[in-house]
């Protein structure tokens, strides 16, 4: 019973604790609630945006604040349903960094965009959290706050930009930059300043400012920099010479500011030096050239004056008083309008007003002046004006230069021009004649008359006459029969169109070229001495005319004339009227012939249909045509291609005998490379075409080549297959087209020539003359306008401007003396050369020794002028490209031949390798060979070159 009591009292005691218990752990519950509460009204009241994950980082309860910003319910962002709030950029990496810190179960931390609600603005924030663990160390959750960076991100981006910038201004500056910190050590130094120093960024650090700057610099500079620590400066500038690494001394602008705190105290300074070294040693420089030419001006050679503005003559120099021939005390305080004549009054008042007046300087012109003897010369002038303190116009100041001599060769340029104007004339007739005989070539058809009056109508194109007719002789040479006369004879002419027949013994005008048998050619009819002169009634007006008589085998055929040319008829017109007549008469002759074979072959055949004794006959008086006429014709067997037959113009024109046609084969009638060529003529006309060929070379048994057209057709021969060709001599001819295109190609390289020797003159002008004269037109104007202000700078200028005149005007006289040397007038092609061998003695070239040995004083201009350019090139080949140490130039005279030999022991040169390359030798032979005479360049490697030309004193036709 005692026992069973005692339970029950620790019982009642047992269930007293408890219930203690339980109202202690209901009162800790339930302010553990009040405690929650107050910690979330906390936490929903701080401005960051906070949360609340589970271990799987899923959103369980987010702050208020959260809500409001970002616009999400509480169901919204549960779970990963927050991520929606961030920038689309930023979730896998978001998403990545969650997951390495579960993995890690470390701190996590976070920047990443939220959008703003609000506006839609996303917005920069630092995001934090801490992993929570219960008892055993496991985690159950993650608490973590989210605060704007927005701000701070922005000014991190602009400080780095703006140190971005400022980097590359340091770095990449177009000037040399230090920075030294308040004890006066070196803090860094951009690469353009190592640069210039030949330093390393480290080494100039630890020599400082003074290690590197030059003592006296360094002694007299160092109070201004303490004036500037103490802060009685807040910047200074000087120049300041440097040391280089390598010893060299600079000099350096530099220029050095206090850099401040916020505080307004001294942190350093920042230096900034420009390399001024090449300005220094151009203003040296500048200074010796203004002492140089200050002397020169004392030997310059322009004419200088001064003017007042009421155009009273106040100063000038000694080539200007020279060059008018007065003395001193005539010339000061004439009008400048004494000395100019009349005519040129008004221009010039006219350029002072609407040129110096206005612009302060005119335009260079010509104009005339008139020495005190009278003597009127040709002067360029260029006018200036100057202006006092106020601006207003004080006097003009002028340079003016004798251009006599530059008039003279301008003359001389334009008369060349001149000359080659009418070789390019020469040379478009040369082809329009060519042109003229190939079109006459096609009209082997046409009616005669047509083809006369076609080749008369070329001819009077091509002489540039205004009339013309063509006559034909007779066999006798007795009766002249005009069958043409040019369209614009007819046009202005009233006597009968047609034939008109004249006896030859008593024709005026048009028999002349038949009864002297020779080209007639009066220029002025008036004056002329014809033994029958006059023309028929209402003929037009003659002026001029030209009269050419066309021969074959030493009988006349043909008289051509033109007339009423605008300028004189000359070799040229004789040449083309020529050869365009021989043409026209070939062409004939080939019609004439063509024309009787077509009518012997018809005759033949309606002949043999009628009767077989007459087609002997007529076979008899074809054979002696055959054997008779002058071309050649020739029969060859179509199979075995050999002359079977041929007459006796073909053996003359090939040189052989009729013994030896058995051996005449394709392979020795004609040069290897044309038989190909030949055979396949042959396959042409064995198709049963009639073939034409011109120009066919024919090897002549004697060895030499003539050329011929030939005509082939097929025909029955001894009633074999065969073919008979037609052969007409056109060696003249050929000839005549080859001396022509050599004429052509000789012409165009004198013009390339020439247009080669006006490049390298326009060359010199630029880059001599011209930059002369544009840098004395500087220096006036510096005068002109420091004349007041700066009489000695002025003084200077004046002086370097009339140096650079007198370079000019000594060019000019070079430039002159190089297109054709005055000398070369005045005294004659031997003192000419003698110059010219003194002036290339004078460039310290190799020795020159020339030897005249000659009997002539003095020759045509264009032979001079030809002898002078030879040893001119020659000598100038010589002495720039053979490294020779002596040459050798002389001059003899052979009976009516000039000899000139130009040699040096020099480097020699291939004279195949040349040709096209150097203007100057092949000038030689073009020259050489145009005045009629023999050029030979002989030359090897390392064994020197020989020039020797040879040309006729009396010029050749």
Request: glycine letters at 8%.
């Amino acid at each position: 019973m005692k026992e069973h009591q005692a339970t029950s009292q620790e019982l009642f005691a047992e269930l007293a604790r408890l219930r203690e218990r339980v109202a202690f752990l209901e009162e800790s519950q339930k302010a553990m609630q009040e405690s929650e509460e107050r910690s979330r009204r906390l936490v929903d009241m701080v401005p960051q945006l906070m949360g609340w994950t589970d271990a799987n980082r899923g959103i369980v309860q987010c702050n208020q604040r959260w809500h409001e910003y970002t616009g999400q319910t509480p169901a919204e962002s549960r779970g990963f349903g927050w991520m929606n709030a961030l920038h689309p950029d930023d979730v896998a990496r978001v998403r990545q960094r969650i997951e390495e810190t579960r993995a890690s179960q470390s701190l996590y931390e976070a920047e990443y965009r939220v959008r703003r609600a609000s506006d839609g603005v996303y917005r920069w924030h630092l995001a934090r959290s801490v992993p929570m663990k219960d008892k055993d160390g496991g985690i159950i959750g993650w608490l973590g706050c989210i605060t704007d960076i927005d701000d701070r991100k922005m000014a991190e981006a602009a400080l780095r930009a703006s140190e971005q910038r400022f980097r590359k201004v340091f770095e990449e500056g177009p000037i040399g930059i230090l920075l030294v910190d308040v004890t006066g050590r070196v803090q860094r130094s951009n690469r353009l300043f190592c640069e210039m120093l030949g330093y390393s960024e480290d080494e100039i650090i630890a020599l400082g400012p003074r290690g590197i700057s030059h003592p006296d610099d360094w002694t007299r500079d160092y109070p201004i920099a303490a004036r500037l620590w103490r802060g009685e400066l807040r910047s200074y500038r000087l120049e300041r010479r440097y040391i280089r690494k390598d010893g060299r001394v600079i000099t350096g602008r530099l220029m050095v500011s206090l850099m401040l705190d916020a505080e307004k105290r001294p942190t350093g300074s920042i230096g900034m030096v420009e390399d001024i070294t090449e300005q220094k040693r151009a203003e040296e420089s500048l200074r010796l050239s203004e002492v140089k030419y200050r002397r020169l001006h004392q030997s310059l050679m322009d004419a200088y004056v001064s003017v007042g503005m009421d155009g009273r003559i106040q100063d000038f120099n000694d080539c200007y008083r020279t060059m008018l021939g007065f003395e001193a005390e005539e010339l000061l305080g004439r009008h400048y309008t004494e000395i100019t004549p009349e005519k040129w009054h008004r221009s010039e008042a006219d350029i002072l007003e609407n040129q110096v007046l206005r612009n302060g300087y005119s335009d260079a012109f010509e104009k005339e002046y008139r020495r005190k003897d009278g003597t009127i010369f040709p002067v360029e002038f260029r006018a200036f004006l100057i202006r006092d303190n106020e601006g207003q116009p004080a006097s003009m100041w002028a340079i003016v230069r004798d251009i006599t001599d530059r008039k003279r060769a301008e003359e001389s340029l334009q008369r060349a021009h001149h000359e080659l104007e009418q070789r390019l004339e020469d040379i478009r007739l040369n082809e329009a004649r060519l042109e003229a005989v190939l079109q006459l070539g096609h009209m082997t058809e046409s009616p005669l008359k047509e083809i006369t009056d076609f080749a008369l109508e070329q001819a009077v194109a091509l002489t540039q006459s205004k009339i013309g007719y063509l006559a034909f002789m007779n066999d006798e040479e007795t009766v002249l029969t005009i069958h043409s006369w040019s369209m614009g004879a007819m046009a202005a002419c009233d006597i009968e169109n047609g034939p008109r027949a004249f006896q030859v013994a008593t024709a005026g005008l048009w028999g002349e070229a038949a009864r002297r048998r020779k080209v007639i050619v009066v220029n002025d009819y008036a004056t002329s001495n014809l033994r029958k002169k006059g023309t028929p009634e209402g003929h037009v007006p003659l002026f001029r005319h030209m009269h050419v008589p066309i021969f074959d085998g030493g009988r006349i055929v043909i008289v051509a004339g033109v007339g009423n040319k605008d300028r004189d008829y000359d070799e040229s017109d004789i040449r083309q009227m020529t050869l365009l007549m021989e043409g026209t008469w070939t062409l004939m002759q080939r019609r004439r012939v063509q024309q009787e074979l077509h009518r012997h072959q018809d005759d033949l055949e309606q002949l043999v249909r009628e009767r077989t004794e007459e087609l002997r006959q007529s076979r008899d008086e074809l054979l002696t045509i055959y054997d008779q006429i002058t071309d050649g014709i020739a029969v060859v067997d179509a199979e075995k291609i050999r002359i079977v037959h041929a007459n006796s113009g073909f053996y003359r024109m090939v040189g052989y005998s009729q013994e030896d046609i058995g051996s005449l084969s394709v392979e020795r009638l004609h040069p290897p490379e044309f038989c190909r060529t030949a055979l396949d003529h042959f396959e042409a006309v064995q198709k049963g075409a009639t073939t034409w060929a011109d120009n066919v070379p024919f090897v002549r048994k004697d060895g030499g080549l003539v050329y011929a057209d030939v005509v082939t057709s097929p025909i029955c021969y001894n009633k074999r297959n065969c073919w008979i060709s037609f052969f007409h001599d056109v060696t003249e001819r050929k000839r005549a087209e080859e001396s022509l295109q050599r004429d052509h190609r000789t012409l165009k390289h004198l013009l390339q020539s020439s247009d080669h020797e006006r490049q390298l003159i326009a060359y010199e002008i630029h880059d001599e003359l011209a930059q002369q004269l544009a840098g004395a037109i500087m220096q006036f104007q510096a005068y002109a306008h420091q004349k007041q202000q700066q009489p000695e700078v002025a003084e200077k200028a004046f002086d370097a401007g009339m140096a650079m005149l007198r370079m000019g005007h000594n060019e000019t006289r070079r430039l002159i003396a190089g297109v054709r040397p005055p000398i070369l007038d005045e005294e004659g092609v031997v003192p000419a050369i003698i110059h010219l061998v003194n002036e290339e003695e004078r460039q310290r070239g190799p020795k020159i020794a020339f030897r005249s040995k000659v009997g002539f004083d003095r020759l045509s201009p264009i032979l001079e002028n030809a002898i002078y350019r030879i040893v001119q090139e020659g000598l100038t080949n010589a002495c720039k490209h053979s490294r020779s140490n002596a040459v050798k130039v002389s001059l003899s005279q052979r009976g009516d031949n000039v000899r000139i030999k130009i040699q040096d022991w020099g480097i020699g040169f291939d004279t195949r390798a040349v040709q096209g390359k150097r203007f100057g030798l092949v000038g030689i032979r073009h020259r050489v060979r145009l005045l009629g005479g023999r050029c030979s360049i002989r030359s090897a490697a390392g064994r020197g070159t020989r020039i020797v030309a040879e040309l006729p004193l009396v010029e050749r036709g």
